[in-house]
């Protein structure tokens, strides 16, 4: 039974950080591709940061240089780093997995996955940033 569970989520100002947790069970995890989508009201869900099995990470323009994505196969674990946060950040940030490689074009690591890639989700965390 896969599961994916977020922690973290909160309330902060604008210029504040915050950490979400996702933990992992279910699964062989160091297989999977893992990242964090979000959404908000209005506006389309985004890919905001994956990380591959190789450790490397992959970021979405909007969270690059403020956000780190880190992940620890021996305790199944994933952690979103969040700093500099403007209201824009906010929304409801989720876990995901699918178990196979993560896809970005080589030359500029830019994510080439959708939501639809990863069938694996957790409940979401809130964040809100004011």
């Known amino acids: 039974h896969v599961q994916l569970v977020e922690s973290g989520g909160g309330s902060v100002q604008a210029g504040g950080s915050l950490r979400l947790s996702c933990a992992i069970s279910g699964f062989t995890f160091s297989n999977f591709c893992m990242g964090w989508f979000r959404e908000a009201p209005g506006k389309e869900r985004e890919g905001v940061a994956h990380?591959?099995?190789?450790?490397?990470?992959i970021y979405a323009d909007s969270v690059k240089g403020r956000f780190t994505v880190s992940r620890n196969n021996a305790e199944n674990t994933m952690d979103l780093q969040m700093s500099t946060l403007s209201p824009e950040d906010s929304g409801l940030y989720y876990c995901?997995?699918?178990?196979?490689?993560?896809?970005?074009?080589?030359?500029?690591?830019?994510?080439?996955?959708?939501?639809?890639?990863?069938?694996?989700w957790g409940q979401g965390t809130q964040v809100t940033v004011s």
């Open positions: 995901v997995a699918m178990n196979r490689r993560c896809r970005f074009v080589p030359t500029t690591r830019i994510s080439t996955m959708s939501s639809g890639d990863f069938p694996y």
């Open positions: 990380i591959d099995m190789d450790d490397r990470p």
